[in-house]
């Protein structure tokens, strides 16, 4: 057998309302204080009242650090870095952009390291202070991995990658998914869902037997409930089923890691501010029909997984339909279909292309080789 890595956050909890118990996980994992983590977005939906009220229960004493930015820039992490100082703990509580900042300032506040030591993978040295991620988005899978993404400069993505930033305790509360706005749920989930295909796919070295089952799991938990978490916002086996499936395919990723879908679309977020899981959406059946030439045996494998209704398909076929069915899911949960929808003109697609060589970490792991000319051919068929 060939030989792999694979880690994951240690403990893992999940269950509906099982944020009240955050202060007393807080108090055995952290200790006396902690700063919790969070956006202005998630002030305004209770649920960090709630988590406050369990914090001051458990008699934990808490700093509240709500600047998160989408897509943090760096002097968001800074901030977050000096208000972490002098406490026992972090918590992220709220989408990948929150758990995102909450581990580089549990990083940085503890090990003395600048953000520019931490760059690339495994540069990071530690220590940290000991870290619990919520999520409340089914995206990322931020809990479960050991990424940390940062906007550098005006537009730029880079990615702190290391098993340190990995969190101590993820703790999964379907119930603090309940009102994520439609158009959130729609993004976050097709991320979700990329995050499974390309690590099912990856090129990667360390790509490997766990990673595999975990995305295949995903996939089947998504693909039957990403519409009607959209749909059906208050249908909580579905709401269960997309938390659940983003923890799986974030644990999958974290070990076998993406590629060109997330390589096309930082450059997309970075220059124009869409959404990371939007800009995931618009390139991803362009990506997936380029790979599709290698990989369509791959793909073939997680279609009838994915969408029941391709499960009679094979190879190229199997592959095509994949990702049609994906692009329609896309549409059918009201997404944006094409770059020219987001503000991007056809002049813009060479820049992106440019920026989209940058990110050879992760254009290593795909399946087929793409260089400037592929995106830029991809970039067109998604404009
Ligand atoms: N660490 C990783 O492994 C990893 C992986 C992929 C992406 N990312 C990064 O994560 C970030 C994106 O995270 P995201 O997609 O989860 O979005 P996000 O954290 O940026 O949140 C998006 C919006 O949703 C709101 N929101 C979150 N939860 C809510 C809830 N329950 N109810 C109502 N509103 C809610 C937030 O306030 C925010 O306005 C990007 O910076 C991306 O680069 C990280
Ligand atoms: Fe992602």
Known sequence: MTPFTFNTTPSIRMGDGLLEQLGDMARATCGASVLLVTDPGMMATGIVDRALASLKTAGVTVTVFADVKADPPEVVILQATEAAKGMNGVIGLGGGSSIDVAKLAALLACSGETLADCYGVGM???????????????????EVTPISIVTTGASEKMGVVSPLIIPDVALLDPELTRDLPAHVTAATGIDAMVHAIESYASASPNNNPVSRALAVEALRLMGGALERAVKEPHDMAARGDMLLGSLLAGQAFANSPVAAVHALAYPIGGHFKVPHGLSNALVLP????????TAPTLYAELAGITFPDLAGLEGQAAATAFADALQDLSTRCGLQKGLRD??????????????????????????????????????????
Do not use: C
């Open 124 to 142: 990071a040295k530690g220590p940290r202070l000991p870290l619990i991620a919520v999520p409340t988005t089914s995206g990322t899978g931020s």
């Open 342 to 383: 987001v503000g991007i003109g056809q002049d813009d697609l060479p820049m992106l292309a440019r920026d989209a060589m940058n990110q050879t970490r992760l254009l290593v792991n795909n399946p087929r080789p793409l260089d400037e000319a592929d995106a830029q051919a991809i970039y067109e068929a998604a404009w």
């Open 286 to 293: 362009h990506v997936l029909r380029f790979n599709a030439v």
